[in-house]
């Protein structure tokens, strides 16, 4: 089991930043990759960034190319999410989560809420 704890968020003007912070306990280093989620009012939960944990190799939305960057530690088994140039469609809860080698987001935190204002 992996359990997923988030911080970091709150509220942010447009154009601010914030960083967010997943730590992860428990079976450390079975997940493959760890990934960003969001999760907006009346919205779908979507896709925002991943990293490869063993490589370091990341994935990002195209909402957010350019804007956000993650990060690991894995001293830590800390992900981050650095959120620069904040725009008010990215408020939303945003939610860490763990993929198995078996591919599948197996494991997810309980969210943390970042409002952006215009």
């Known amino acids: 089991q992996v359990h997923l704890v988030e911080s970091g968020g709150g509220l942010v003007q447009a154009g601010g930043s914030l960083r967010l912070s997943c730590a992860a306990s428990g079976r450390t280093g079975s997940w493959y990759l760890m990934g960003w989620f969001r999760q907006a009012p009346g919205k779908e939960r979507e896709f925002v960034a991943s990293?490869?944990?063993?490589?370091?190799?990341?994935n990002y939305a195209d909402s957010v190319k350019g804007r956000f960057t993650i990060s690991r530690d894995n001293a830590k088994n800390t992900v981050l999410l650095q959120m620069d140039s904040l725009k008010p469609e990215d408020t939303a809860v945003y939610y860490c989560?763990?993929?198995?080698?078996?591919?599948?987001?197996?494991?997810w935190g309980q969210g943390t809420r970042v409002t952006v204002s215009s």
């Open positions: 989560a763990a993929q198995t080698p078996a591919g599948r987001y197996e494991y």
């Open positions: 990293i490869i944990w063993s490589t370091g190799n990341t």
